[in-house]
């Protein structure tokens, strides 16, 4: 019985070396082997924040989120930036945040112009704001 599961194996790896070997192998302009597969997963951004570009359509979308924040620079709200940093330093749950669960921790003072987008915000799915979160969260340095 070991035996034979032994043979399978090689006959597996036979087998496996065989269909691969057929393909053609991709260099990359310095003579190295490009694995597409890997390549692929390696440069994708948003592995941690699978929800993200869910979250970007969201924000730009029926959020409205846009309106008040941009990526990078403050207009009437906070930039991306600036939360994602701040809920990163604070280990904090923006989802949790927009479910008014939780209190202002970038702009206080300003936290009456932020409330009134819970309206919208509260009457999403839980998923929706987990993707709001993840998509903000993404923006961090
Ligand atoms: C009318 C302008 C406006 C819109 C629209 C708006 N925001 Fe804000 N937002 C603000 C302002 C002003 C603040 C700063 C007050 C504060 O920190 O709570 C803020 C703060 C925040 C914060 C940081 C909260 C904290 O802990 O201090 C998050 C997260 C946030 N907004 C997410 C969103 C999301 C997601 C949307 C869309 C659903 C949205 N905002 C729409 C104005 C806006």
């Known amino acids: 019985m070991k035996k034979l599961g032994i043979g399978l194996g090689v006959l597996a790896f036979g087998f496996i070396f065989v269909a691969c070997g057929g393909d053609q192998k991709k260099t990359d302009n310095y003579g190295n082997e490009v694995n597409e597969e890997t390549t692929v997963k390696e440069t994708s951004t948003n592995a941690d924040f699978p929800l993200a570009e869910q979250g970007k359509e969201l924000f730009?979308?029926?959020?409205?989120?846009?309106?008040?924040?941009?990526?990078?620079?403050?207009?009437?709200?906070?930039?991306?930036l600036d939360i994602a940093q701040a809920y990163k330093e604070n280990k904090a749950s923006i989802?949790?945040?927009?479910?008014?669960?939780?209190?202002?921790?970038?702009?206080?003072?300003q936290y009456t112009v932020m409330k009134a987008n819970f309206a919208i915000t509260k009457n999403m799915k839980p998923e929706e704001r987990q993707a709001l979160e993840q998509y903000i969260m993404s923006q961090a340095k």
């Open 60 to 80: 730009e979308g029926v959020g409205t989120c846009a309106t008040c924040h941009k990526p990078d620079t403050k207009v009437v709200g906070p930039s991306l």
């Open 95 to 109: 989802a949790s945040f927009l479910n008014e669960e939780s209190k202002p921790i970038v702009d206080p003072t």
